[in-house]
């Protein structure tokens, strides 16, 4: 592998891709062809998206490295490349259509505490401590010929800890001012002489492993910021992962403004998708990257993309942020002169940092109805400032990404009391629900299918090495049969993909209707598209069940009409819903979410519910 963005094997790659081929694939036992570049979804909202960790999901080789195979663990436990090519007919068994893999690419090889891939030393190359370059295509070809997407975890923001602060070692107290440095070798020892990087790393004879950091264009002191660890702020490192200057341009006579950094990342990156064929980008720390970096890099591989042949492209990033925050790095404001435009969607954290709580009965489902009508306001508020925020795809929560826990969290969702171990197991089934049923792209985290139960105060207690539990890969657990249920659903109904969403008033008693403003409380809500209505109804309580009514759509559900249990996570002793029924003008009160009150007339759909059961609700066959 070349280690220049400028090498003409490099450029041919890029070239080669947009000639457009076909490949044969072998998958379980077949001969399948695909076409390469590999055409990009039609639509998103299809896809459900499964989360690994390479290090941490499986090897087929060797047991993890430590053990047992849940215990916090902070270095390599051997996970391979091939080992999710492995079992990508489990997850499609599962229901997933899409893999993100956390950073594949080249990290520092002396540090062992880079197991999560994000410490990248070579931009252009695979990390041999994940495999070779031909099974990270091996990989995505086969989800290819299986019709699923591959999505490149990618980072922009930082390298690895390629240089050590002269008399600090690899972290510095942050600083206004840069320190002086000095590059590592390949061995992870600090040359003296290079308190420069050198011209031409490639020709040194120190370099035993490689050394520094790749591409070469990448060596140059003014290229990273230098200021030492500053977690809290936009400026400075991560621990020990060197951020990068993404706010630094110059002018040259022979190419006028331009921004080095950002260039060298959009060259290394469309390379990636030329040779591999990634089919979307989740970008990292997005938020810790200056706005116009940003968008520019988006656009930048959002065209190569294009360009190539793969026409849907998707780009998410991690803003952990609030809405608004997250509406600097999403679609554009229309203010801009140039009218570029940022991420097509970023990872819901309003959502995330609000859903696991209502779900757990901590939190009033009525503050999760108040986030979404919060962020409609904020986006007409936008709208008519002239600041008017779009995805690429259309309305931007339509597509972001949400989840119920990852790999940057303490504690995984599922939560196992030690004295009673299953007691709040169909949370997790609950809570698939949901987060399937809401608005969004969504993302399970592995192991979620196999019951992990990570919770402790680091982010290594939900890092498990999978493969390492017993009977690791059960496509009979109870956890996988319930997400396997969900998402015939999800793929079975368009609603709860495409469709519009309202929470929904609910009744104890048939005439006083309100969203719940109980913790724990009910949680329901519709999805509306076209002709057909799917509604989602949820118990929180641990202890109680409920009976009662959910107001419906007046002019899709006439009275009587029958609608179905469509999913359930306690399907075999439910209370199927009743037949809708009507309550005249002035026969009710409902409450208004924002305040005030309207008294009818409402069509009704009659549920029971017991603790912590979930129902999805609609017509079969629509």
């Known amino acids: 592998m070349v280690n220049s963005i400028f090498e003409p094997d490099v450029q041919e790659v890029i070239k080669e891709a947009r000639s457009g081929k076909t490949k044969q694939v072998t998958v379980d036992g077949d001969v399948v062809e695909i076409p390469t570049p590999f055409p990009s979804p039609q639509d998103w909202r299809d896809q459900l998206i499964y989360m690994i960790m390479i290090d941490r999901f499986n090897n087929p080789d060797a047991e993890p490295a430590h053990l047992p195979f849940d215990s916090r663990f902070g270095g390599f436990q051997g996970g391979k490349i091939k080992g999710i090519t492995a079992k990508l007919g489990y997850l499609e068994s599962l229901g997933v259509t899409s893999v993100w893999i956390t950073p594949p690419l080249q990290n520092t090889q002396f540090s062992d505490g880079t197991y999560h891939g994000y410490g990248i030393q070579n931009f252009l190359t695979v990390d041999p401590r994940y495999g070779i370059e031909q099974e990270l295509q091996e990989l995505i070809d086969e989800a290819h010929a299986r019709g699923m997407y591959v999505i490149l975890d990618v980072v922009i923001n930082h390298a690895g800890d390629v240089f050590e602060y002269v008399e600090h070692g690899a972290m510095a107290p942050f600083r206004n001012v840069p320190y002086d440095i000095r590059w590592r070798k390949g061995d992870g020892n600090p040359k003296d002489s290079w308190r420069v990087a050198p011209d031409d790393l490639r020709d040194d004879p120190d370099l035993t492993p490689r050394a520094a950091c790749f591409p070469d264009e990448l060596c140059d002191n003014r290229f990273f910021r230098r200021h030492g660890s500053n977690l809290s702020g936009v400026v400075g490192d991560f621990f020990s992962l060197k951020e990068l200057k993404t706010d630094f341009s110059e002018v040259t006579a022979e190419r006028g403004f331009f921004h080095p950094v950002r260039d060298i990342m959009i060259k290394a990156y469309q390379f990636a998708i030329a040779k591999f064929d990634f089919d979307g980008f989740r970008i990292d720390t997005l938020k810790h990257v200056e706005r116009p970096f940003a968008r520019i890099f988006c656009n930048a591989i959002r065209e190569f993309a294009l360009s190539i042949g793969k026409r849907n492209l998707f ?72 600041r008017v925020l779009m995805s690429t795809h259309g309305e931007a929560s339509r597509f972001f990404v949400t989840f119920l826990d990852n790999h940057d969290q303490n504690q995984r969702f599922r939560f196992s009391d030690p004295s009673d171990p299953n007691r709040f197991d169909a949370q997790v089934s609950m809570g698939v629900g949901c987060l399937f049923a809401l608005q969004g792209v969504p993302v399970i985290y592995y192991g979620t299918e196999q019951g992990l139960h990570g919770a402790g105060n680091s982010d290594q207690d939900v890092r498990e090495a999978l493969w390492g539990k017993p009977n690791a890969f059960d496509t009979n657990n109870p956890f996988y049969r319930a997400i396997q249920e969900i998402t015939a659903v999800y793929a079975s109904q368009p609603a709860l993909r495409y469709g519009r969403q309202f929470f929904r008033a609910i009744s104890g008693n048939g005439t006083e209707f309100g969203i719940s403003t109980t913790a724990p409380g009910i949680v329901a809500f519709s999805r509306i598209l076209n002709d057909m209505e799917v509604v989602v109804v949820a118990n929180t309580l641990i202890d109680r069940s409920f009976s009662g009514f959910v107001i419906v759509d007046f002019a899709l559900n006439p009275p009587g009409t029958s609608l179905h249990l469509l999913y359930g996570n306690q399907e075999a002793n439910a209370t199927l819903p009743g037949s809708v029924t009507e309550n005249p003008q002035g026969s009710v009160v409902v409450h208004r979410l924002r305040g005030g009150t309207t008294n009818g007339p409402v069509r009704a759909l009659p549920f029971t519910l017991k603790p912590v059961e979930i129902q999805i609700i609609g017509k079969k066959g629509s």
């Open 315 to 386: 780009i998410y990033g991690e803003v952990a942020d609030n809405d608004e925050k997250i509406a600097e790095y999403t679609g554009r404001f229309a203010s801009d002169p140039d009218l570029l435009t940022g991420a097509d969607a970023a990872l819901d954290f309003p959502v995330f940092h609000l859903l696991p709580g209502v779900l757990k009965g901590f939190s009033a489902p009525s503050q999760l109805a108040n986030l979404y009508e919060d962020r409609k306001e904020m986006h007409r508020g936008q709208r008519d400032s002239g």
